[in-house]
Every structure is written in structure tokens, then in C-alpha cells.
């Protein structure tokens, strides 16, 4: 290996990286006033850390190779195995994984498909999708594995300005979600007190503000929308949000903390930094994309996940600068491991250096959109984050809004449902905002939209993930379809 001293680390940190997987001595913990958990990977020459995930890599790959068909077989017919992997640049080569097959491997061979690589009795935790859209997935964490979720996790949160000191409240739901679960172990190896607190009862979350008044935590784990829906009730309450003492917010499960103008409204209604983190459940540990305490967009922790931004047309890695999707390959997972698992989120990468030190890679808008939710109104690429972002800066905006788009007289309307503020409830006071929002709106997206104010608190407060888009054009091309039939 290059210029990484792996026996030097082993001495100085406990960190074993000579093996596959890597050993961790779960005693360890950096000095608190200490910037990186494991600085000389976390800052170190990218040529020289691509060597040792070149190194890991390649242990990944034989991993799977020897014990998944599905992976033996998808291979094998694209002419790869693991010798084909002489360097990072080798990779591409090797075929994408969509969730679609991982279903299809989960209904062929269930309950873990037969991409499983442990015995089942290996396996520590079962989690799922909720299978709203389809045939759930299940999610078999080994043993080791949630282990080593829990070191990387405890690093990446480290990197966020978590300390041992801190109390960690988690307002999301503990189910079949893994984003609690990961919080939770990153928590707890990071040393910090952990407040399971849980999302999504009737009345919790003014539990969880009475709770967080009583038991002052200083970091806050959830969704963007649920940290406003916190303070709105903390607000409906008598508190101001900024006294509860949150220093730390970190969310996944949506894109609001990479939004600009979401990220901004956190900050200043929470008094705290808000970072933005999140990959998928399938890629746990999921924080590997995470931003750090200067919060310049999520760091790609490349030597425990390794991301590539890539091209949707041809799966090759587009250039720094470049706006693409990231694929995901595991580093480090023995039970269920991704190897180019498709993430469908749309990214711009940067090698651009962050003052933190750290010469990861960044996304520096975050994950803004998916390949398939761009929505094509007149011909304009429309973003659902972006109207977030217009909206949000808008001054008398009441907090939440619904994108509709329908087809009028074969002609596409969008009209952007926005709350208004309790302040601008005076009947010119609203003109001004609809005509102030439809402005932003017009100029930011090219199409003009048709702005409808609703009071404050009307439109529905989501508990988890968001979901703020009706298209309406699928139903009025089938009642055309109908009617000409
Ligand atoms: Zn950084």
C-alpha cells in the first residue's frame, strides 16, 4: 500500500484495515476536541486512499462472487469476476444493479434473495421497505455488519460535530426503517446520550416537545418536514424552537437539508446547524453520504461506501462538475452486499477541497431530485426541490405546499398550492405574496405557475417523507384515451 500506514493505524487507533472485513476496537474514540475520527484516511492523499479501497474492493467482490448466485451469474454474463478488477477505473465494468432485480432475486428466492452472503442465522436485524409501491424489500444485517454500521456512523456523525457529550434525540419512526436504527448505533458507539424518542402516534410530537424542553438535547435525528412540524408545535406551545438548545440537526429520508433556503429555515428557527445526510437503506451504513460540520454539501465517505456519480444512459462515472446518479458499492458488508446498486437520485459531484480537511468528494446540492421525478412541464425541466427553494425564501410563506400539474385543453398547467403566514392574511397582503411567488417561481423554472394561497396549517404536516406532487396528466390522457376510443 502506498503512503497509508495501515500498522501505524492499528497501533495509534485500533483500526485493523490489513484484514476483510476491517477489525475495529469499539474502545476507541479520537480526543473530543479533535476535528477526524480517522484522519489519515479521512484526509489523505485521494491516490493513496484509492489504493486501500481498491484493496477492500477487490475482498468485496470475491466475497459475493464466491457466495451469490445472483451476483456469479449477472457477472459472469457481462464477462467479469473479480480478476477483471486491476484498478478503481476497472469497475464500470462491472454491471448496475437496479432494486427492481433485487426484488425480482427476493420473489425467486425469498426471504433475503439470493444475493444473501452470510447463513441466515448470521443475521442480526430484519428490516424492510414499507412496500407501499410494490413487493417490500427485506433487509438482513449481519452481526458484524451492524457492528461496523455502527463504527462508520459513530465517524461520519463525529465529522457532523457530535460529541460524547451530546444528547441525541430521534423523532422517526422505529419500525422497519433503518434510518432510526443507524442514528441510534452511530449514537451509541459515538459515546453521545441516546433518546430514542420515536415518530408517527398521535400526539407524539408534543410529547416530544415537552420531552426535549425537560430533557434538553442538544442534537436532533429526523425528516426536514417533521423538524418544522416540530416547531411549529413547539410554537402552538409557547416555545420558541431556538431555546430548546439544539447545537446539531441531522436528517435523511428526504432532500430539505440539502435545499438551500429548508437548510437556511432550520438553521434559524432551530438555532443550530442542520447537515444533510442519506444514500439508501439498501447501502447501510446509509450516512456515508454526509456532510461535515462546515456543511459544504455530503462528503462521498469513499473508503466505507465507494460512490460513483455516473452517466443514467451509460453507467460510466461522469467527470467532477458533472451532474449524474450515484452508484453505490459496499466496502465493508458481508450479509447483503450492493455492488453498483443504482440509486435513481440525481447528484452533481465536486473534487473541489472543504475546509474541513477532509479530500472526500462532495455532492454539493445534495440529492436534488430523482432521474424519474423530474416533472417536463411545457417542455421545462420542473424540479419539486427547487419550488421548495423559491417558496421557502419567499417572506409570508406559511411553511407547506402541494405541486399540482394537470393538462388543460391538451395544454400543461402548473399550479403550486402554498400556504400563506398568519401575517399576510390581509386580503392585498396575499396579492402581493401570490404575485411574488409566482415571479420567483417563473423565473427560477422558466413556466409560469398558478399560485393558490391556503392559510396556515391547511395543508397536511407529513410525520415521515413528504409527498408534495400530483400528476394529474396519466389520468387525463386515459379519460382522452377513453373518450376517443
Ligand atoms: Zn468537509
Known amino acids: 500500500m502506498a503512503a497509508l500506514d495501515l500498522d501505524a493505524l492499528r497501533k495509534s487507533r485500533g483500526v485493523d484495515l490489513t484484514v476483510w472485513p476491517p477489525r475495529y476496537d469499539p474502545a476507541y474514540r479520537p480526543a473530543a476536541g479533535a476535528e477526524h475520527w480517522l484522519p489519515e484516511v479521512e484526509c489523505a492523499d485521494p491516490r493513496d486512499r484509492d489504493a486501500l479501497i481498491l484493496a477492500k474492493l477487490r475482498r468485496q467482490v470475491a466475497w459475493a462472487w464466491e457466495r451469490s448466485p445472483f451476483y456469479r451469474r449477472t457477472w459472469e454474463a457481462a464477462g467479469v469476476s473479480p480478476a477483471t478488477l486491476r484498478s478503481l477505473d476497472d469497475l464500470p465494468r462491472f454491471p448496475v444493479v437496479q432494486k427492481s432485480e433485487l426484488r425480482a432475486a427476493q420473489a425467486a428466492h425469498p426471504p433475503f434473495g439470493d444475493y444473501l452472503c452470510v447463513e441466515p442465522g448470521q443475521?442480526?436485524?430484519?428490516?424492510?421497505?414499507s412496500g407501499t409501491t410494490g413487493r417490500p424489500t427485506v433487509f438482513g444485517v449481519g452481526r458484524d455488519d451492524w457492528a461496523r454500521v455502527g463504527e462508520a456512523h459513530a465517524r461520519i456523525l463525529w465529522g457532523a460535530g457530535l460529541r460524547p457529550d451530546d444528547r441525541l434525540l430521534i423523532c422517526s419512526f422505529f419500525s422497519l426503517y433503518l434510518g432510526s436504527w443507524g442514528a441510534l448505533a452511530g449514537g451509541e458507539r459515538l459515546g453521545a446520550t441516546v433518546f430514542p424518542f420515536g415518530a408517527g402516534?398521535?400526539?407524539?410530537?408534543?410529547?416530544?416537545v415537552q420531552w426535549a424542553r425537560e430533557l434538553r438535547p442538544t442534537a436532533f435525528y429526523g425528516t426536514p418536514s417533521?423538524?418544522?412540524?416540530?416547531?411549529?408545535?413547539?410554537?402552538?406551545e409557547g416555545i420558541d424552537p431556538k431555546r430548546l438548545g439544539f447545537r446539531t440537526l441531522f436528517?435523511?429520508?428526504?432532500?430539505?437539508?440539502?435545499?438551500?433556503?429548508?437548510?437556511?429555515?432550520?438553521?434559524?428557527?432551530?438555532?443550530?446547524?442542520?447537515?444533510?445526510?442519506?444514500?439508501?437503506?439498501?447501502?447501510?451504513?446509509?450516512?456515508?453520504?454526509?456532510?461535515?460540520?462546515?456543511?459544504?454539501?455530503?462528503?462521498?465517505?469513499?473508503?466505507?461506501?465507494?460512490t460513483?456519480?455516473?452517466?443514467?444512459?451509460?453507467?460510466?462515472?461522469?467527470?467532477?462538475?458533472?451532474?449524474?446518479?450515484?452508484?453505490?458499492?459496499?466496502?465493508?458488508?458481508?450479509?447483503?452486499?450492493?455492488?453498483?446498486?443504482?440509486?435513481?437520485?440525481?447528484?452533481r459531484w465536486t473534487d473541489a477541497p472543504c475546509p474541513c480537511g477532509r479530500t472526500y468528494p462532495r455532492l454539493p446540492d445534495g440529492l436534488y431530485g430523482r432521474i424519474d421525478d423530474m416533472l417536463v412541464v411545457r417542455g421545462e425541466n420542473v424540479y419539486p426541490s427547487a419550488i421548495e427553494d423559491v417558496l421557502r425564501a419567499v417572506e409570508g410563506f406559511g411553511g407547506e405546499f402541494r405541486v399540482i400539474v394537470s393538462r388543460r385543453e391538451a395544454m400543461d398547467e402548473l399550479l403550486v398550492r402554498a400556504e400563506y403566514a398568519g401575517s399576510h392574511a390581509a386580503p392585498e397582503a396575499q396579492a402581493r405574496l401570490r404575485a411574488a411567488m409566482a415571479e420567483r417561481l417563473r423565473a427560477r423554472l422558466g413556466v409560469r405557475p398558478v399560485v393558490e394561497l391556503v392559510p396556515e396549517g391547511t395543508l397536511e404536516r407529513s410525520e415521515f417523507k413528504a409527498r408534495r406532487v400530483i400528476d394529474d396528466r396519466d389520468l387525463y390522457r386515459k379519460r382522452v384515451g377513453e373518450a376517443t376510443a
Request: hydrophobic fraction near 35%; charged fraction near 20%.
Open 251 to 306: 436528517f435523511s429520508g428526504e432532500p430539505g437539508a440539502g435545499i438551500p433556503a429548508t437548510k437556511r429555515q432550520i438553521e434559524e428557527t432551530f438555532s443550530g446547524a442542520c447537515l444533510d445526510m442519506g444514500s439508501m437503506a439498501e447501502m447501510t451504513p446509509w450516512m456515508t453520504n454526509g456532510e461535515c460540520r462546515r456543511r459544504s454539501g455530503m462528503h462521498l465517505w469513499q473508503d466505507l461506501v465507494y
Open 308 to 347: 460513483q456519480v455516473c452517466d443514467p444512459a451509460t453507467w460510466a462515472p461522469v467527470p467532477p462538475g458533472a451532474e449524474g446518479t450515484p452508484v453505490y458499492t459496499h466496502l465493508e458488508r458481508t450479509s447483503q452486499p450492493m455492488i453498483r446498486l443504482v440509486s435513481g437520485d440525481r447528484a
Open 123 to 129: 443475521i442480526a436485524r430484519i428490516h424492510g421497505t
Open 201 to 208: 402516534v398521535p400526539g407524539q410530537t408534543l410529547m416530544a
Open 226 to 236: 417533521y423538524a418544522l412540524h416540530f416547531a411549529e408545535t413547539a410554537r402552538r
